[in-house]
């Protein structure tokens, strides 16, 4: 009877020895590796959601092509100067002018220093250079224009209803020939382009 509860001892401390020494190291291998798996799986579920998102927007893009092509014209990727002195052009057609001189030159851009002192002094510069990086480059134009007071006023309106955003910065007038109601125009503008 003394030998078989000293076997049974036996066995019982070489099965907790063997259990320490082999299982428990798989059972927390298992339980490690069991964590990376969730991680895993809420990596993908995440990976899969962004990629449904990115099916929407593409799908959105795809049906807002027009009004996209749109915002392209109102600021333009680059300079494209042939494309304003085409709609001049065809506005000045329009409202009954002849379309004389058209000049561009290049706004020099502003420098991004700001003085001022402290933690915020320290904000409002990284906020004005914000503002400047994302501000749309500039060319200067002068255009002059031959006709009447009333077409020259259905000028005005084109330019203002045209998709490329320009700002008029002045206007100046001179009579032209013997004719009271001839003019020659000059226009000074700002258009616009998102530079690279």
Known sequence: MKIKIILAVIILIASIFAAWQYVFPLYGKIKTLKTEIDQKQQTVQKL???????????????????????????????????????????????????????????????????????????????????????????????????????????????LEQNLRLADVQSISFAGKGESANLFEFKVAAKIYYKGL
């Open 48 to 158: 899969e959601a962004f990629a449904q998102k990115l099916e929407v927007l593409n799908r959105q893009y795809a049906e807002n092509g027009k009004s996209i092509e749109r915002l392209y014209k109102i600021l333009p990727s680059a300079e494209d100067a042939a494309d304003f002195i085409n709609n001049a052009d065809y506005l000045s057609f329009q409202s009954g002018m002849i379309l004389g001189a058209v000049n561009f030159s290049k706004q020099a851009k502003q420098s991004k220093v700001a003085v001022s002192s402290g933690e915020e002094g320290a904000q409002n510069v990284g906020s004005q250079e914000t503002a400047s990086a994302t501000a749309p480059d500039v060319i200067l134009t002068d255009l002059s224009a031959t006709g009447t007071y009333e077409s020259f006023k259905n000028l005005l309106t084109g």
